[in-house]
């Protein structure tokens, strides 16, 4: 019994010990304090970043030209280069630290600056679109007008990156770029600019909404990281300030973050409503000799106002009584408040207009073909280029192999049949020999050039 005991004992403590330096393992890859940056120099630096006034404003006020001017011109490469060099992200990390050690001087002077950075960049961006020529709405600017859920977590996310790299002695400005351009703060307060300009308000409060929501969830992140990391609070000498202070921090934090709760539980909604009426247009409206030509979601939050499904067919006209049925699904696809509207060219429901939506796929089919033509000329020379190379390595050792060549000029051809259509490509080579080439010297170099240049169709001709 003593041996059996003896035996057992060891094993039980060996997995213990196993299971504790697992776990050890575990919490050193994970900890954050190992390379953190005293928390002194932390808050200086985030205090520095929070005020705007000489190169910070004006760098302000620069990136949001460069961003209207790409919103304004569609340009995807242009708007990102502008969040890079934007520094929005100071005003609310500041919240959120500020909110963390109950730095009420670091809170106020966030509020102030963050007011006063909103309102430049909107006016500044109201401005550009104000005396720019184009006025019309463009995908990018469109983008910065409705949020989803994928919003709310990039801020979320992008927030905490942001905070754990401002926090490590060695500042990896890389992540705090990435944030910038992830989070998106630049972009929706100049699509707000664009909405008081061309005085289309729902393009202004949509944009400062989705700008609000990325701002509330970049200092609640912050926040959680600052207390995650236990960060020393401010400790007041009279008690009675600091339960003022804390009621006072108690009562931003609730303004903040119940707002924001609103707003996510409405936008998570709103993605549900979405996914749904995508998968009941998928599974329901199938028929063989009838298509869906689009469909449009428009969601509504309030229960008195039901959303809206719009479905344009083409085809085969369907009946009235397989459109009941198909309302009768809505139920099962989570869509009970959900009115559809179904249209197709058969007189007996709503027309289509047909003149508004040619007009808007010659619009698409215009960009597409300016599109494909800029590839292709690219594409043209691009091959240009590589043709030139290859051919100027071919007559380099042409040169070495027949010693009685003086010049030889190479190029590819497109043979078109006389219908229009290409049929076939061909290698044209023309040599100018120093003395006459005979049969046997015509067919070596034909052989040759077709295993050099990787074409069976080669065309030889002497001067």
Not at 323 to 338: F, G, H, S, V
Not at 396 to 423: A, D
Not at 427 to 437: N, R, S
Request: proline share 4%.
């Amino acid at each position: 019994m003593d041996s059996q005991t003896n035996n057992t004992t060891p094993s039980g403590s060996s997995r213990r010990n196993w299971a504790h330096e697992l776990f050890e393992s575990f919490r050193k890859r994970f900890d954050l304090t190992e390379d953190s940056a005293p928390q002194a120099e932390v808050v200086e630096n985030i205090r520095r970043g929070v005020i705007f006034r000489g190169t910070n404003l004006w760098i302000l006020i620069f990136a949001t030209f460069v961003a209207s001017l790409g919103l304004n011109v569609n340009s995807t490469a242009v708007i990102i280069g502008a969040m890079l060099i934007s520094p929005l992200m100071g005003p609310i990390m500041g919240f959120g630290l500020a909110l963390g050690i109950n730095d009420s001087d670091l809170l106020k002077r966030s509020l102030r600056n963050f007011g006063f950075m909103v309102g430049t960049s909107i006016v500044t961006a109201t401005i550009y679109f104000m005396i720019s020529p184009l006025s019309n709405a463009q995908s990018e600017l469109l983008a910065r007008t409705m949020p989803t859920t994928y919003d709310v977590l990039i801020a979320f996310f992008g927030g905490a990156a942001g905070i754990v790299a401002q926090t490590r002695k060695d500042r990896t400005y890389t992540v705090i770029s990435g944030v910038a351009i992830a989070t998106a703060l630049m972009p929706p307060l100049c699509t707000a600019g664009f909405g008081l300009a061309t005085l289309q308000f729902r393009y202004f409060l949509g944009a400062a909404y989705l700008f609000f929501i990325n701002t509330v969830f970049i200092a609640l992140a912050t926040y959680l990281v600052v207390r995650f990391l236990k960060y020393d609070k401010k400790v007041f000498v009279e008690p009675q300030a600091e339960r003022k202070m804390k009621r006072y921090m108690m009562a931003v934090t609730l303004i903040t973050i119940i707002p924001s709760i609103f707003l996510a539980y409405r936008i998570i909604n709103q993605t549900f409503f979405e996914e749904n009426a995508e998968r009941y247009v998928q599974n329901v409206f199938q028929f063989p000799e009838t298509r869906v030509l689009e469909y449009s979601k428009h969601y509504s939050p309030r229960r008195k106002t039901p959303s809206t499904l719009e479905i344009v067919l083409f085809g085969k006209p369907i009946e009235q009584d397989v459109i009941e049925n198909a309302r009768a699904q809505l139920a099962a696809y989570d869509l009970k408040n959900c009115t559809l509207i179904v249209r197709q060219p058969n007189g007996t429901t709503d027309m289509i207009d047909i003149s508004s939506m040619q007009h808007g796929y010659s619009e698409l089919l215009d960009e597409k073909n300016r599109q494909i033509a800029e590839l292709e000329e690219q594409l043209a020379l691009h091959n240009a280029e590589m043709h030139t190379e290859e051919f100027d390595k071919i007559t380099r050792e042409c040169g070495v192999l027949f010693s009685n060549i003086e010049r030889i000029s190479l190029s590819r051809q497109v043979v078109f049949r006389t219908s229009g259509q290409p049929c076939d490509t061909i290698l044209v080579c023309i040599v100018a020999p120093t003395t006459p080439l005979t049969q046997e010297n015509h067919e070596t170099i034909v052989r040759w050039l077709q295993v050099r240049s990787k074409t069976e169709k080669v065309k030889l001709y002497v001067e």
